[in-house]
């Protein structure tokens, strides 16, 4: 899943820095702590690792939630039912148009 700014960092740093905070954040103060220091040091926000860190954290069940495969296959669920539902929409609107259009036709002998 992709979001709408450019990804400038790779799926391996993303790991990297994940691990780099569950690994030394017992030598912090505490993980935001960690975080702004591993953050500093690859040059993205803090905010960003933290997002970083509790999706990893969910995806390997550590927290409960949403996985990103799981979040990614409803996005995907939800765009197919909503063409779906578009896709009917023009039918039945077709459908009414030819059945108008079959009732005005003059009557053939």
């Not at 790779?10 to 960690?34: F, I, K, Q, T």
């Not at 702004?36 to 409960?64: F, H, Y």
């Amino acid at each position: 899943m992709t979001s709408k700014t450019t990804n400038k960092f790779s799926p391996e740093v993303r790991v990297r820095a994940v691990r780099m905070v569950l690994d030394h954040e017992g030598e912090h103060p505490s993980r935001w702590a960690a975080i702004m220091s591993i953050s500093g040091k690859i040059g993205c926000t803090a905010q960003t690792l933290n997002e970083w860190v509790k999706k990893a954290e969910v995806d390997t069940g550590r927290k409960p939630g949403l996985t990103t495969d799981i979040a990614a296959k409803l996005k995907a669920l939800e765009r197919e039912n909503r063409e779906l539902r578009q896709a009917n929409e023009i039918l039945r609107k077709a459908s009414a148009y030819f059945a108008q259009a079959e009732l005005d036709r003059p009557f053939k002998r």
